[in-house]
């Protein structure tokens, strides 16, 4: 699965030389995050929402995406509100996309896999 694969990547820093990620190379690296979650804004940032069954739920996965963001030094952007998690994220460095954006966003779909959290569906 490409998902996984992107996961296991090192995130590495860009520097300011560095140019933000444009067209086919943004969609190569957009079509490997689970794009039920992922949108790539503008071609500037990401924008993920993470559905939750509660509150609880949520705050957890905000906490374990902030140890995530901790250990590689990378912060997004986290809003927890009842039942979901928005996640904004970009390289401030070059104000825009790099690489090691999509694979934090990787990283937090598994996160999210592996925490069992998507909601039932109660149709």
Same mark, same amino acid.
């Given at each position: 699965?490409?998902?996984?694969?992107?996961?296991? +990547?090192?995130?590495?820093?860009?520097?300011?030389?560095? %140019?933000?990620?444009?067209?086919?190379?943004?969609?190569?690296?957009?079509? +490997?995050?689970?794009?039920?979650?992922?949108?790539?804004?503008?071609?500037?940032?990401?924008?993920?929402?993470?559905?939750?069954?509660?509150?609880?739920?949520?705050?957890?996965?905000?906490?374990?995406?902030?140890?995530?963001?901790?250990?590689?030094?990378?912060?997004?952007?986290?809003?927890?509100?009842?039942?979901?998690?928005?996640?904004?994220?970009?390289?401030?460095?070059?104000?825009?996309?790099?690489?090691?954006?999509?694979?934090?966003?990787? +990283?937090?779909?598994?996160?999210?896999?592996?925490? %069992?959290?998507?909601?039932? %569906?109660?149709?």
């Amino acid at each position: 699965m490409a998902e996984a694969e992107l996961a296991e +990547r090192e995130c590495e820093a860009c520097t300011s030389d560095d %140019d933000p990620l444009q067209g086919e190379e943004l969609d190569e690296l957009h079509e +490997r995050v689970n794009q039920d979650v992922w949108d790539v804004v503008d071609e500037h940032h990401l924008e993920g929402t993470y559905a939750f069954e509660d509150f609880g739920d949520a705050l957890e996965f905000a906490y374990e995406v902030g140890e995530l963001a901790e250990e590689e030094w990378h912060h997004p952007d986290i809003h927890l509100s009842w039942g979901e998690v928005v996640v904004e994220m970009w390289t401030h460095k070059i104000d825009g996309l790099f690489e090691t954006d999509f694979v934090m966003a990787a +990283r937090m779909d598994r996160i999210y896999d592996e925490g %069992d959290y998507e909601p039932d %569906d109660e149709e």
